[in-house]
């Protein structure tokens, strides 16, 4: 399996797309104006505590004050408050919190107004971004990402990955870090840090160290609002949280991000230093590895799979709505509950790619096509739960309903990536049509199920279409119309039409009906 890192640069954003053997299946976006990413630290202040809501509005300095919630203040707070206050006056040199004298715990459940008052500050991290008329979700329970470990001030606990399977593992991974672990501080050991030596595991809980030491000198002449820690720009964070043995290239078309990103894959896995590349030509990079077309296909409200079988997926405020439909598919299963269950693993797969590509979150329900068997239920709820094994996002799913629903939640913590795959029609001002770049996609589809239809229909075909787009399908070599005779073994006529629009087109039979 080949996983590809393809990293554009423009002027105002860096985008970033993770490819799966030539696939797209995650895509995301840095703007230079993203003042509030999930997990960057503020140094904020209570605008007010809500007792109604048990939670705090904050201050800081976005917009719309953030929601702090009585439950993420952390159990460790008033020790958290008055290690600021120390720190803040001058009073407190010493970062480790070895000898720090930590407070009691707060009580669980406790009211908001008995710990936090107004116009005191506090630190916070960023855990969801603002999403529409939202402002930022934040936690005052702080933690330090790293390679391999994350790491929690004014805790104890050191706890690991539950996707590392091994019990044996799992036990060796806190032996070890509990040997290196500074008092004061709680450690989480992530799944990437299974099989790892003592040396990277402290190594990497050293570059935290230093990370929470300059935040804390920041403390000192920071105002409120503002940021005392950065996450690591998007390019670092996603390589950190994705990058793995089996990574076989990572290209960036700009010289600057080219050399952050080698340097940083120098530093965390120092023998796949020749995987990354400078790409340069006059070729964008996007549209070399064939990201840009698969983007158009990916993102409307129709996801078209494999012969013909497609998604229709709608969005609301609350949930995401996903119809399966098998369209014009034919295949060889032997009956409808045979098509039903091949059509519904084939969905699963793309619903699962969908999810990570746009970054769905909240509800979402699937609406699978109806499947009798209840062995086929249990296999299509185990591959779409195999499938989603890969999505970082903290997930959920439900067993299949009596209605053949299945509804999925998962973490929402960014606004969701939408893409506009509609263009301005050619051919009437006003209006938008479906991007042309998928009318080839549509074409052989459409030819495709024709094939495979009845014989009477199959024979002497002919494809009428816009003079433009014949010439782009008969020219070249080899053109499309010799891959559809090499791939089908029947020579497709095509009959140029002048009275055509753009993104029109007939198949047409031997006597000139018109039978698609």
């Given at each position: ?16 797309a993770l ?5 797209l299946?995650e ?9 509030f990413?999930v997990g960057d630290i503020?140094?904020?202040k209570?605008?007010?505590p809500?007792?109604?809501l ?5 201050n800081?300095?976005y917009e ?5 919630h009585?439950?993420?203040l952390g ?9 600021i206050k ?9 970062y ?7 407070d009691?715990d707060?009580d669980?459940?406790?009211v908001i ?6 116009n005191?500050s506090?630190?916070?991290q960023?855990?969801?971004?603002p999403?529409s008329t939202?402002?930022?979700r934040i936690s005052?329970?702080?933690s ?8 929690v001030?004014?805790?104890d606990r050191?706890?690991?990955s539950?996707?590392i ?7 060796r991974?806190k032996r ?11 450690v989480?050991?992530?799944t990437?840090a299974?099989?790892k030596?003592?040396a ?5 809980l050293?570059n935290?160290?230093d ?5 804390c000198k920041k403390l000192?002449?920071?105002q ?10 998007r ?8 990058f793995?043995?089996?990574f076989?290239?990572?290209?960036v078309d700009?010289?600057?991000?080219y050399n952050?990103v080698k340097d940083y894959?120098v530093?965390i896995a120092?023998e ?13 990079i996007?549209e070399k590895?064939?990201?840009?077309r698969?983007?158009k296909?990916?993102?409307g409200?129709?996801?078209v799979?494999s012969?013909?079988?497609?998604l229709?997926?709608?969005?609301t ?5 996903v119809?399966v439909?098998?369209?014009?598919r034919?295949?060889?299963?032997k009956n ?6 091949e059509?519904?693993l ?5 619903i699962?790619r ?5 970054d769905m ?6 609406d699978?096509?109806d499947m009798v ?7 299509l709820?185990?591959?779409l739960?195999?499938e989603m ?5 903290k997930?959920?799913?439900?067993p ?7 509804q999925?939640?998962r973490?929402?913590v ?7 795959t509609?263009?301005e029609d ?7 049509v479906e ?5 080839i996609d549509?074409?052989n589809?459409?030819l495709e ?5 009845p014989?009477?229909?199959s ?6 279409i816009?003079p433009?787009?014949a010439?782009y399908?008969?020219k070249g070599f080899?053109?499309?119309?010799t ?6 073994k029947?020579?497709?006529?095509i009959q140029?039409?002048d ?5 029109d ?6 006597d000139?009906k018109?039978?698609y």
């Amino acid at each position: 399996m080949n996983r590809e890192l393809i990293v554009r640069s423009s002027s105002d954003a860096v985008d970033f797309a993770l490819l799966k053997d030539g696939k797209l299946t995650e895509l995301h976006k840095e703007e230079d104006n993203n003042d509030f990413s999930v997990g960057d630290i503020f140094l904020a202040k209570i605008r007010k505590p809500v007792t109604g809501l048990n939670a705090a509005f904050v201050n800081v300095g976005y917009e719309k004050d953030a929601f702090l919630h009585y439950h993420d203040l952390g159990p460790q707070l008033s020790s958290m408050l008055k290690f600021i206050k120390q720190v803040s006056s001058g009073r407190l040199k010493e970062y480790s919190l070895t000898n720090f004298p930590f407070d009691k715990d707060i009580d669980k459940h406790g009211v908001i107004t008995d710990v936090v008052k107004a116009n005191q500050s506090l630190l916070v991290q960023i855990v969801k971004e603002p999403i529409s008329t939202k402002g930022p979700r934040i936690s005052s329970e702080l933690s330090i990402a790293g390679r391999y470990l994350v790491m929690v001030p004014f805790s104890d606990r050191v706890s690991v990955s539950q996707k590392i399977g091994s019990n044996e593992e799992k036990d060796r991974l806190k032996r070890l870090v509990k040997s290196i672990k500074p008092k004061g501080f709680g450690v989480i050991i992530r799944t990437v840090a299974e099989g790892k030596k003592v040396a990277e595991l402290d190594k990497d809980l050293e570059n935290l160290l230093d990370k929470w030491s300059t935040m804390c000198k920041k403390l000192q002449r920071a105002q409120t609002p503002s940021k005392v820690l950065v996450e690591l720009n998007r390019a670092s964070s996603i390589l950190r949280d994705v990058f793995n043995d089996s990574f076989t290239g990572i290209h960036v078309d700009d010289a600057d991000l080219y050399n952050q990103v080698k340097d940083y894959v120098v530093e965390i896995a120092p023998e796949k230093e020749s995987i990354v590349k400078h790409y340069n030509s006059r070729v964008p990079i996007f549209e070399k590895f064939g990201i840009d077309r698969q983007i158009k296909t990916s993102f409307g409200r129709t996801a078209v799979m494999s012969r013909g079988a497609y998604l229709i997926i709608e969005h609301t405020e609350a949930l995401h709505v996903v119809d399966v439909n098998s369209g014009n598919r034919s295949n060889k299963a032997k009956n409808q509950e045979d098509t039903a269950l091949e059509v519904n693993l084939l969905a699963a797969s793309e619903i699962a790619r969908q999810l990570r590509l746009r970054d769905m979150g909240g509800i979402i329900v699937v609406d699978f096509i109806d499947m009798v068997k209840a062995q086929h239920r249990k296999k299509l709820f185990e591959h779409l739960r195999d499938e989603m094994k890969d999505d970082r996002a903290k997930h959920k799913i439900l067993p299949p309903s009596k209605f053949g629903l299945i509804q999925i939640t998962r973490q929402r913590v960014r606004p969701e990536m939408n893409i506009k795959t509609t263009e301005e029609d050619p051919n009437q001002k006003g209006k938008e049509v479906e991007a042309p770049i998928v009318l080839i996609d549509k074409i052989n589809v459409d030819l495709e199920r024709l094939l495979k239809g009845p014989a009477k229909d199959s024979k002497g075909i002919t494809l009428n279409i816009h003079p433009f787009i014949a010439a782009y399908i008969t020219k070249g070599f080899p053109s499309i119309r010799t891959k559809w005779f090499l791939e089908h073994k029947r020579w497709i006529k095509i009959q140029p039409r002048d009275a055509y629009t753009y993104l029109d087109f007939r198949f047409k039979n031997k006597d000139g009906k018109t039978i698609y």
